[in-house]
T-cell receptor, first 114, second 111 residues
């Protein structure tokens, strides 16, 4: 496989459920990111990991919990979500964390919270 | 004031037309300018990447940056139905690690 792979593609969960999103990159990059994409809004940066160390948490509520066991894998653990958390969650990777390292995105997980 | 403003469209053009997609921004520290293309049910993919002012051409695509007016443009020549997608501009300052995405412009090219 090549590029950035996200699973599952679609997820429906109740507000009391616990679920996890998975991301894997096959590009040999050192940095990984979680973004949230909502309709008619800009992409929102959630978390940044560089060499599996978290370098940025963009004031994300604690019901979202990231995990990065190595530079190739990134998880987003979800619990007690709210309906307004329904969105497309995108994982991205880049060679470094500077803005001269363009982002490579996966195809996202479409999350619906009921 | 938003960091980046982008007309959401939708924009609909006939095949073969020249398309102009635009963004304005407020932060004079922005030095890197990227355009991403996002097809329906897919993630964004990098289309163009420029540094500072000027033009950059890649095939049918031309990215133009005017830092004096804080205006970014993407031109598509001889547009094709396969160009139908949402286009996101994403400028960034030279320091730090954050890109500031626009909301995207939805483009449909009609055969």
């Amino acid at each position: 496989e090549t590029g950035v792979t996200q699973t599952p593609r679609h997820l429906v969960m109740g507000m009391t459920n616990k679920k996890s999103l998975k991301c894997e990159q096959h590009l040999g990059h050192n940095a990984m990111y979680w973004y949230k994409q909502s309709a008619k809004k800009p992409l929102e940066l959630m978390f940044v990991y560089n060499f599996k160390e978290q370098t940025e948490n963009n004031s994300v509520p604690s019901r979202f919990s990231p995990e990065c066991p190595n530079s190739s894998h990134l998880f987003l653990h979800l619990h007690t979500l709210q309906p307004e958390d329904s969105a497309l969650y995108l994982c991205a990777s880049s060679q470094g964390t500077g803005v001269n390292s363009p982002l490579h995105f996966g195809n996202g997980t479409r999350l619906t919270v009921t | 004031q938003k960091e980046v403003e982008q007309d959401p469209g939708p924009l609909s053009v006939p095949e073969g037309a020249i398309v102009s997609l635009n963004c304005t921004y407020s932060n004079s520290a922005f030095q890197y300018f990227m355009w991403y293309r996002q097809y329906s049910r897919k993630g964004p993919e990098l289309l163009m990447y420029t540094y500072s002012s000027g033009n950059k051409e890649d095939g049918r695509f031309t990215a133009q940056v005017d830092k004096s007016s804080k205006y970014i443009s993407l031109f598509i020549r001889d547009s094709q139905p396969s160009d139908s997608a949402t286009y996101l501009c994403a400028p960034a300052p030279s320091t730090g690690n954050q890109f500031y995405f626009g909301t995207g412009t939805s483009l449909t090219v009609i055969p």
